[in-house]
């Protein structure tokens, strides 16, 4: 295969917004772990390529930082890579160590590389023995709403997550869409009119063009 080739997608693995996130168990720091046993909580199952390394150690102090926030949406987080447990337990004494930072979430080890693979989270171009930054938001029902994808070298915003499970929720409680940059209190917007009597209301209201009109967006949180 020719390098240009080999940059040609081939059809992606991997759950797709509004599929059903694929059941597993795994070993993870903090004992087994089932993705079903989640149900009736949001979930933030996210990967990172490797133990030991420094974007993964700012994320991770991040994320444990922010977890009274994501407690707050009724949400769990889960961490994966590839290394194994006991390389998952050593660097997490050492962040408390080094960092003060105590991480509590549970971090699975995946050394067969099945969960990352079945996720999609394994891009071989990338690398063929690590997964990328991918971050899975998956609803109280097990379904799969958003997802993210960073390579290696880019750290992910924590925030940005945050604000992308408010905006899910917010939409799912008052089906509205949020637009650029909605942050909890913002104006949400309408979704489009489904047809050109519904077109033809919004234009009679007042601050309002029919394909978009501002809505008050709840708290949500
Ligand atoms: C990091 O977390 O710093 C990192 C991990 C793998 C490749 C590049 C950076």
Redesign the pocket.
């Known amino acids: 295969m020719t390098d240009v080739e080999a940059r040609i997608p081939q059809s992606r693995t991997g759950p797709e917004i509004d599929q059903l996130a694929p059941d597993f168990e795994a070993r993870t720091t903090r004992g087994m772990v089932r993705l079903s046993d989640y149900r009736g909580k949001w979930l933030i199952f996210f990967s ?3 133990d030991f ?4 150690t700012t994320e991770f102090m991040s994320f444990e930082r922010h977890s009274n926030a994501f407690d707050k949406l009724n949400c769990a987080l889960l961490g994966l890579s590839v290394d194994s447990v006991f390389s998952h337990i050593a660097w997490v004494k050492d962040i408390e160590a080094n960092f003060g930072v105590k991480i509590t979430f549970p971090i699975i080890e995946d050394i067969s590389m099945e969960i990352s693979r079945a996720y999609g989270m394994v891009h071989e171009r990338s690398s063929t023995t690590a997964a990328v930054r991918s971050v899975y938001f998956i609803d109280p029902d097990g379904y799969v709403r958003s997802m993210i994808h960073y390579p ?2 880019v750290g992910r915003s924590v925030p940005e997550i945050l604000r992308v499970l408010a905006a899910l929720q917010l939409s799912d409680a008052q089906n509205v869409a949020t637009p650029e940059n909605w942050s909890p209190g913002d104006k949400a917007v309408r979704l489009p009119p489904l047809d050109q009597s519904e077109a033809d209301a919004r234009s009679e209201e007042k601050d309002s063009v029919w394909y978009v009109t501002e809505i008050e967006g709840g708290k949500n949180g």
Do not use: F, K
């Open positions: 990172h390529p490797a390394t420094p974007v993964c290696a070298n």
